[in-house]
């Protein structure tokens, strides 16, 4: 057992920054619903991110663009009944930051309200400072997210590899720095050059969370049902799968249907 494990009962911001201070990785790992979220917290993450993945996952639209704010909160208050030791974070999802601070910070009131959150996560860099700003300076703690940020993909028109240019990785590492000094407890650096997010966690304090970014940062974290293999669809590079749950589940459902036709289900044993 881990000396973070053994100290803290509920994982803070801090229990995370000093995870990245004594060089322990941080685990991190989607849910979106009461059942799984109970498992995923049980099994020790540190992290357990409501994300707008959840659009994709839950909802299955083609990005997380549609996903609206109460949908997010149905999510977030499922996931916190559940969870006894994680820290939780809910991401902002599409057009309920961008507009000005203060929308911001009312979408994050609701969250942290009507959910019982314990942080936020918003996608861009010095493009949503004011809104960043405004909501940690109403108390509640904000995780920043760079390189690919899924719910502009109608700008980036690829999810591909972000800031292999040099001009780009400039721009990625000082947002990096300005979240830091705005005050974010962490940030997330998804599908960026391995070299790059290395050197934006030796750059920084507060702990960096990678998807897609290679080993050398301070933590990892992945969509829950792509590494438990529910869809063997989505086949990034950076994936691995942890189960093939889609095989599973299947094979259960499948058996299940002729034991049903066959009239094998019920047996003596199950039925009063
Ligand atoms: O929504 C999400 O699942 C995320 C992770 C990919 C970091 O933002």
Redesign the pocket.
Known sequence: MSSVKKNYSRITTNSLLEMKAQGEKIA?L?AYDFTLAGLVDQAGVEVI?V????SNVMAGHET?VPITLDQMIYHAGAVVRAAKRALILV?LPFGTYQSDSKEALRSSIRIMKEAGAHAV?L?GGHEIKDSIERIIQAGIPVMG?LGLT?QSIYKFGTYTVRAREEAEAQKLLEDAKLLEQLGCFAI?L?KIPAQLAQKVAQELKIPV?G?GAGAQVDGQ???LHDMLGMNQEFSPRFLRRYADLDQVISTAVSDYTSDVKSGNFPNEQEQY
Do not use: W
């Not at 994300?51 to 959840?54: K, N, P, R, T, V």
């Open positions: 991190m989607t991110l994300g707008d993945s959840a997380t991401d996560k996608e997210h899924p997330v998804e969370i998807i974290v992945l969509v």
